[in-house]
């Protein structure tokens, strides 16, 4: 497996691991970066908060409160739901990972930080 390496002072930086048993070590290659986000921005794979937010919605109809915010495929997610009672933190997130997974899979959301909770612990903001 080829290990692309760090270029200093080139813009772009993006990691590229190689294979752990190897014994190369981890890099950077700019123009990699600049190849998948063309191509991804070229497909228009992106999504906006807004969509991210419709899709948990419609995948969690009893949602009181969905938030999104953030762009270029990272969001951050609050989600305020009845349906969360009983679920520890690990199944709320699964809960609504479950809600945009097909986008997940397809690279349209690349990272997507979640803050879940029931109407009764949810922070007044």
Do not use: C
């Amino acid at each position: 497996m080829q290990v692309f390496r760090w270029e200093p002072h080139s813009g772009l930086e993006f990691p590229v691991w190689g294979h752990f048993m190897s014994g190369q070590t981890p890099g950077y290659h700019p123009r990699l970066t600049f190849a998948l986000i063309t191509r991804t921005h070229a497909r228009g794979l992106i999504m906006e908060a807004s969509q991210v937010a419709e899709l948990i919605r419609a995948g969690l109809p009893k949602a009181q409160k969905v938030e999104v915010t953030g762009g270029e495929g990272k969001f951050e997610a609050l989600v305020v739901s009845p349906q969360f009672a009983g679920m520890n933190a690990v199944k709320k997130h699964q809960t609504v990972y479950a809600t945009v997974r097909d986008q997940i899979d397809s690279g349209e959301v690349h990272a997507l930080s979640i803050r879940a909770f029931t109407p009764e612990d949810a922070p007044d903001a």
